[in-house]
């Protein structure tokens, strides 16, 4: 069954008890080791190139594996009636190969994509289409320092999602996921990970292996987690965000950002929480920055036939007070995960505060539902609305509403075999005054329909 943990989908793999593997968004993390000495661990097909030896002494061995999907996505009325697309409808491919090679303490990693977009009108962007591409490619070496102790440094191409991929995720959703290129030292001791991270994002371009390295923005962190209790844990952060050519409004500026955070999460008996602060600081150009987000998900599942799980989610980020002062008040997501508040996200984590309350049950054989609805407000009546990556989509105006609209949308999922899924979605966003008083105010209706064969 498919299952949703922070952002990413974890997929119990049907080996005998006490075997299963977890397959994730983050290939590179899967561990096949417990399918070892399985008498039937080749009973599928997919099953035989896991883990499989290259030497004698089983040191030297090889996982292959791929990802094939395509998703189709029909809008009526996208971003409200606003030019240039009012009404579009588009189809992503994408085809995922992969290679993880272990000698001993030493890695290799890669993962390639063939990425193609069809229909995305006025045209396609860096999430839509890629071509022919590496998307990740690393090696690292894991020391031991003893025991439960280890030391992995990384380099190369990598996918990063870090905690709940408020700042740092993948961009799985959409069809081209975000990549870095850089370093990572990870340290783990009993239960405590701390991670240094020097990385700058690659510029995704829709030519054949013409991706490349930003010349312009960076990444730099440290990112621990440490257990607090029996299924509680805490995160602590520092991320440091530079972008040489950053934009906001009409002016272009270097800028600085620091962010600083503090996650806790964990889940006991039938209650979860995920619950996330963080401050940001710095400067764009001459201006000082100010900004912060409060992000929350609390569930409760019951004992209950189909398993009925509520979630209330609620997530506030600042947004900026005056453009002509000093101070720049609008938070900055960096890189989120796409699809931030649903299949439907026109917007995104900037100068908002939502409520987001949801409901999903297990229908049984594979079969699951999902059914949410959101309401939307402007932080702050000075500042508009942004998309996910962050594109000003909506300027202020004359308006003094806060409310940007209300959305609701309908999830169903099979996972109809171990590798096979399938997905539909319809979602309605109807617009609040703000949006009224603005501009284009039109309902956005959307479909999703996607099917997925992953290994």
């Known amino acids: 069954m498919i299952a949703r943990l922070t952002g990413a989908l974890l997929l119990a793999l049907p080996l005998p008890a006490g075997a299963q593997v977890a397959q994730t968004n983050l290939r590179y993390d899967e561990d096949w080791s417990a399918a070892r000495g399985l008498p039937n661990r080749d009973a599928h097909w997919w099953e035989r190139l896991k883990d499989r030896p290259l030497s004698a002494d089983r040191s030297v061995y090889v996982t292959l594996g791929a990802e094939a999907r395509a998703r189709y996505e029909g809008f009526d009325n996208n971003n409200w009636g606003q030019p240039p697309a009012p009404d579009d409808g588009y189809l992503w491919l994408r085809f995922m190969p992969l290679a993880d090679l272990h000698a001993g303490p030493v890695r290799a990693f890669v993962q390639g994509i063939a990425g193609y977009a069809r229909g995305v009108r006025p045209g396609a962007g860096p999430a839509d289409a890629t071509g022919l591409d590496v998307l990740q490619a690393f090696a690292d070496v894991r020391l031991p320092l003893g025991d439960d102790a280890a030391l992995t440094l990384r380099g190369g191409r990598e996918l990063i999602g870090l905690g709940s991929e408020r700042l740092v995720g993948l961009r799985y959703g959409p069809n081209i996921p975000q990549p870095f290129d850089g370093v990572r030292l990870s340290l783990e001791q009993r239960g405590v990970r701390v991670e240094a991270l020097h990385t700058r994002p690659v510029s995704v371009r829709p030519g054949d292996f013409d991706d490349r390295t930003s010349p312009t923005k960076r990444l730099n962190g440290v990112y621990a987690t440490v257990p607090l209790a029996d299924g509680a844990a805490a995160d602590l952060y520092w991320l440091g965000y530079r972008d040489d050519r950053a934009r906001f409004g009409a002016a272009p500026a ?117 059914l949410a609805g959101i309401a939307y407000w402007r932080a702050s009546r000075r500042d508009g609305l942004y998309d996910v990556p962050g594109q000003l989509i909506r300027a202020p105006g004359d308006s003094n509403a806060r409310h940007i609209g209300n959305q609701i949308e309908l999830l169903v999922g099979w996972q109809a075999n171990t590798i096979l899924s399938f997905s539909l979605s319809a979602s309605l966003f109807t617009a609040g005054q703000f949006l009224r008083e603005t501009g284009p105010a039109r309902p956005i209706h959307m479909v999703g329909a996607e099917t997925m064969l992953r290994f």
């Open 254 to 370: 270097h800028e600085r950002r620091d962010t600083y955070g503090l996650r806790l999460f964990g889940r006991r008996g039938a209650l979860g929480w995920n619950w996330e602060a963080m401050l940001q600081g710095g400067r764009f150009g001459s201006a000082t920055i100010r900004a912060w987000s409060i992000a929350s998900e609390t569930s409760y599942a019951f004992s209950a036939p189909l398993a009925p799980r509520f979630r209330l989610r609620a997530n506030m980020a600042s947004g900026d007070r005056d453009r002509n002062d000093d101070r720049l008040g609008t938070f900055n997501a960096l890189f989120p995960k796409g699809k931030y508040f649903g299949e439907l996200s026109p917007i995104g984590p900037r100068n908002i505060v939502n409520l987001h309350p949801s409901v999903d049950v297990d229908l049984g054989r594979g079969f699951t539902a999902e």
